[in-house]
Nanobody
Framework: QVQLVESGGGLVQPGGSLILSCTAS????????MNWYRQAPERERDLVAG???????NYADSARGRFTITRDNAKNTVYLQMNSLKPEDTAVYYC?????????WGQGTQVTVSL
């Protein structure tokens, strides 16, 4: 089992920045990659960014150049630095752990980009 706890969402103005955190616990050795997804109302849950066990990162086209995913292995924490935020970035952001046995999800954190 893997447990994920997210933090860092909130309300920000367009052009602003936020950083999301996701701390993992449990069977950490089973995790192949850590990812951030987001889901806007009446939309599907989409991948935003991911980082593999080897440190290889990947980004959705909408996030590339504005968002950065990093990790702190000592803290078992993955971060999503989000810059130049736009209203269309408004969504619930979910941390995901792709593990050997299954996918694990955090509880989600709301990000709202608005004046």
């Amino acid at each position: 089992q893997v447990q994920l706890v997210e933090s860092g969402g909130g309300l920000v103005q367009p052009g602003g920045s936020l950083i999301l955190s996701c701390t993992a616990s449990g069977l950490l050795f089973s995790i192949k990659s850590m990812n951030w997804y987001r889901q806007a109302p009446e939309r599907e849950r989409d991948l935003v960014a991911g980082i593999s066990r080897a440190g290889i990162t990947n980004y959705a086209d909408s996030a590339r150049g504005r968002f950065t995913i990093t990790r702190d292995n000592a803290k078992n924490t993955v971060y999503l630095q989000m810059n130049s935020l736009k209203p269309e970035d408004t969504a619930v952001y979910y941390c995901n752990a792709d593990a050997w046995d299954r996918n694990y999800w955090g509880q989600g954190t709301q990000v709202t980009v608005s004046l």
